[in-house]
């Protein structure tokens, strides 16, 4: 059973219009990544967190908020959004320490006309 | 700040030949290194890690090798097959709860 799920899949939002990804981990981990991937950029991180209520800039974190209401739960924010913010996102949980292993969900395909 | 560097792809390569795919790193730690292989429609999942210098990693048939003196973690494959293809990602570990740090990915294709 997925142990990182994402919703929604797909997405098709209007320029300037609020957009909210979600992201629920059962790994119990405590850290959680927020990436963009787009083509020749890889993966790049925008935001992550340590645990419930807590939140870190990643390398991308302009034009995003993150929100870790729970040990489960991770949002993105796009509060604004833009068509430089289409993209496919994917969400991560890590077990942390040295050898942190991620465990990435789905992703979700946002396009931003 | 740390960086990773991977074999610019994308690659293509028939059922049966040889692969590698390029990794060299910067870092000032001692990081756990690791190898995320991502099919289409799907995200990421780790290949495979090595925490340790001098040590290597294998699944499916890759492997590879930490080399902290060349600062390199190359991944390597005898014979790819066509269910290979995928892109394929190098990463580091972070440390002081710093977040890890992927290359830019390697997009392999395989040919029957």
């Known amino acids: 059973e997925a142990a990182v799920t994402q919703s929604p899949r797909n997405k098709v939002a209007v320029t300037g219009g609020k957009v909210t990804l979600s992201c629920n981990q059962t790994?119990?981990?405590?850290?959680m990544y927020w990436y963009r991937q787009d083509t020749g950029h890889g993966l790049r991180l925008i935001h992550y967190s340590y645990g419930a209520g807590s939140t870190e800039k990643g390398d991308i974190p302009d034009g995003y908020k993150a929100s870790r209401p729970s040990q489960e739960n991770f949002s993105l924010i796009l509060e604004l959004a833009t068509p430089s913010q289409t993209s496919v996102y994917f969400c991560?949980?890590?077990?942390?320490?040295?050898?942190?292993?991620?465990?990435f969900g789905p992703g979700t395909r946002l396009l931003v006309l | 700040g740390d960086s990773v560097t991977q074999t610019e792809g994308p690659v293509t390569l028939s059922e049966g030949t040889s692969l590698t795919v390029n990794c060299s790193y910067e870092?000032?730690?001692?990081?756990?290194l690791f190898w995320y292989v991502q099919y289409p429609g799907e995200g990421p999942q780790l290949l495979f890690k090595v925490p340790k210098a001098n040590e290597k990693g294998s699944n499916r048939g890759f492997e590879a090798t930490y080399n902290k003196e060349a600062t390199s973690f190359h991944l390597q494959k005898a014979s790819v097959q066509e269910s290979d293809s995928a892109v394929y990602y190098c990463?580091?570990?972070?440390?002081?709860?710093?977040?890890?740090?992927f290359g830019a990915g390697t997009k392999l294709s395989v040919k029957p």
């Open positions: 991560a949980s890590g077990t942390g320490g040295d050898q942190d292993t991620q465990y």
């Open positions: 870092t000032k730690q001692y990081p756990t």
């Open positions: 990463a580091l570990s972070g440390y002081n709860n710093n977040a890890p740090r």
């Open positions: 790994n119990n981990h405590n850290n």
